[in-house]
Nanobody, 125 residues
Framework: VQLQASGGGLAQAGGSLRLSCAASGRSLRAYTMGWFRQAPGKQREFVASIRCGTYSYYTDSVKGRFTISRDNDKNTVYLQMNSMKPEDTAVYYC????????????????????WGQGTLVTVSS
């Protein structure tokens, strides 16, 4: 499966952006999907995941601000980011794993077989 992330850009603190991750090659219906981010000089970190169906999971720093969702008809996963903060600045990556994994596992970089190319999000203060 090929993943194409888009929607990044510049936002002001308190603003919003919506990232999209469009998949081609396979249906995402049975996939666990994740969003990760990597800030300069830091390791890639988990942001949110959505397992088979609509079970979602978030890292604590984005709970209540970010929402992950999926549209199986469009084969696309979204990350709605609200109340953004400068510390949200990073390159955001979507990832796909062709099975249903546990919530804890869905937060691990090593669980995912497929990755998109990343989209840069910059939040100004």
């Amino acid at each position: 499966v090929q993943l194409q992330a888009s929607g990044g850009g510049l936002a002001q603190a308190g603003g919003s952006l919506r990232l999209s991750c469009a998949a081609s090659g396979r249906s995402l219906r049975a996939y666990t999907m994740g969003w990760f981010r990597q800030a300069p000089g830091k390791q890639r970190e988990f942001v949110a995941s959505i397992r088979c169906g609509t079970y979602s999971y978030y890292t604590d720093s984005v709970k209540g601000r970010f929402t992950i969702s999926r549209d199986n008809d469009k084969n696309t996963v979204y990350l709605q980011m609200n109340s953004m903060k400068p510390e949200d600045t990073a390159v955001y990556y979507c990832a796909a794993e062709p099975r249903c994994v546990s919530l804890r596992a869905s937060a691990s970089v090593s669980e995912y077989d497929y990755w998109g190319q990343g989209t840069l999000v910059t939040v100004s203060s």
